[in-house]
C-alpha cells in the first residue's frame, strides 16, 4: 500500500468517525430546537387563551350579569370566549387547536375525548402539576400538546354546576339539565389543551441537518483533495524522483543528475543529504578505480 493510500485511509477513518459523531450531536441539536420552538407556539397560544379568559371574566361577565336570569349569554363564560376566539385560528391553520376539554361538561362540544380524558385524570391524580407536555400521532405528523388543569377553586362556580336547581334557568332552557352538573370543589373539572403540529418544525430541522452534513462532506471533500495535491507535489513526487536517482546509481549509471534541491522545508533538507551521500559515493569509486 502507497505512502497516499495510507493517508488517504486514515483521513478517510477520522472523517467518517467524525462525521458520525457530528451527525449524532446535530440531529439531537436541531430536533430539540425544533420542539422547543413548537412549545414556544403552543405557550403562545395558551397565554392568549388565558388573556381571554381573564378578559371575559373582569370585563365581559359583569357587565351582562343583570341579563343571565332573562337570557343565558355564553359570551360571558370564559371558555367559551376563549375557545371561540382562537377557532377562527383553528379555521386558518387546522392542526392548530385550543379546547377546554371536560369530563363533564355544560356543552357537550367540550367534551373530552380518549386522550384528552387521561390528560385530566392525570391532573386529577398529581394535584401539584400545573402543566403537562405530550405528543400524539395524527394523519399529517407528530402533534405536540401543552395543558394546563382547570380546578374548581371559586365556590361561585358552583352556583351554575352544582345542581341543575341552582343553575340560570336560562342556562337550563339552552343546554339542558342533563349536563354540567354535580361539580365540587378542588376537582379538575377540566384542562386546557393547546395543540400545535410538529411537522413543518421538523422538516425543518431535517432540511437544516441535511445541509450541515452535506456542507461538512463538501469541506472534507475540498480538504483531502488538496492535501493529496500537497502530498503528491511536496512529498510523493520528490521521494520517487530521489528513488529513481537512488536507482540508477545502484546500478552504475554515475552520470546520474542530481536532485535538484527547492525550499528550505525537509524533503529539500533530504535531498541535499541525499546530493551529498551520491558525490561521496561517486568520489569512493573514483579513488577505487584509481
Same mark, same amino acid.
Given at each position: 500500500m502507497g505512502? !497516499?493510500? #495510507?493517508?488517504?485511509l486514515?483521513l ?11 451527525? %449524532?450531536? &446535530?440531529?439531537q441539536?436541531v430536533?430539540?430546537n ?5 412549545v414556544? *407556539? ?5 397565554? *392568549?387563551?388565558?388573556? $381571554? ?5 373582569k370585563? $365581559? ?8 336570569? %332573562?337570557?343565558? +349569554?355564553?359570551?360571558?363564560?370564559p &371558555?367559551?370566549?376563549? *375557545?371561540? /376566539?382562537?377557532r377562527? +385560528?383553528?379555521? *386558518?391553520?387546522p ?8 369530563? /363533564?361538561?355544560? /356543552?357537550?362540544a367540550?367534551?373530552?375525548? =380518549?386522550?384528552?380524558s387521561?390528560? $385530566?385524570?392525570e ?11 405530550s405528543?400524539? =400521532?395524527?394523519?399529517?405528523? @407528530?402533534?405536540?400538546?401543552?395543558s394546563r ?5 371559586? #365556590? =361561585? ?22 349536563n ?7 376537582d ?6 393547546? &395543540?400545535?403540529?410538529?411537522q413543518?418544525? +421538523? ?13 461538512l ?10 492535501l493529496n495535491?500537497?502530498?503528491h507535489?511536496?512529498? %510523493? !513526487? @520528490?521521494?520517487?524522483r530521489?528513488?529513481?536517482i537512488?536507482?540508477?546509481? &545502484?546500478?552504475? /549509471? ?16 533530504l535531498?541535499?543529504?541525499f ?7 561517486a ?8
Open positions: 505512502l !497516499k493510500a #495510507k493517508f488517504n486514515v478517510l477513518l477520522a472523517f467518517l468517525v467524525g462525521l458520525l459523531l457530528a451527525a %449524532v450531536l &446535530s440531529w441539536i430536533h430539540e425544533a420542539r422547543r420552538e413548537v414556544q *407556539q403552543a405557550e403562545v397560544m395558551m397565554a *392568549q387563551a388565558s388573556a $381571554i379568559r381573564d378578559y371575559t371574566a370585563e $365581559i361577565g359583569p357587565l351582562l350579569a343583570g341579563q343571565i336570569k %332573562v337570557r343565558f +349569554l355564553p359570551h360571558t363564560v &371558555s367559551w370566549a376563549a *375557545q371561540t /376566539n382562537l377562527t +385560528l383553528a379555521a *386558518q391553520f392542526d392548530y387547536t385550543y379546547k377546554e376539554a371536560a369530563l /363533564n361538561p355544560t /356543552n357537550p367540550d367534551r373530552a375525548t =380518549d386522550w384528552e387521561g390528560i $385530566i385524570a391532573f386529577a391524580r398529581n394535584p401539584s402539576l400545573t402543566s403537562f407536555t405528543t400524539r =400521532d395524527s394523519p399529517t405528523g @407528530p402533534i405536540l400538546s401543552i388543569p382547570i380546578r374548581i377553586t371559586d #365556590k =361561585d362556580c358552583l352556583s351554575c354546576h352544582s345542581t341543575p336547581s341552582a343553575a340560570p334557568t336560562s342556562m337550563i332552557d339552552l343546554y339542558g339539565s342533563a354540567g352538573f354535580g361539580w365540587k370543589l378542588g379538575v373539572a377540566a384542562a386546557q389543551i393547546v &395543540s400545535v403540529p410538529m413543518v418544525a +421538523l422538516d425543518r430541522a431535517s432540511a437544516a441537518f441535511k445541509i450541515y452534513l452535506l456542507a462532506v463538501t469541506v472534507f471533500a475540498v480538504t483531502i483533495v488538496l495535491l500537497l502530498l507535489f511536496v512529498i %510523493v !513526487k @520528490p521521494i520517487r530521489m528513488s529513481d537512488a536507482s540508477e546509481v &545502484s546500478l552504475g /549509471n554515475m552520470d546520474a543528475p542530481e536532485f535538484a534541491e527547492r525550499g528550505r522545508d525537509e524533503i529539500a533538507s535531498a541535499g543529504s546530493n551529498r551521500m551520491r558525490r561521496s559515493l568520489n569512493a569509486m573514483k579513488l577505487l578505480e584509481s
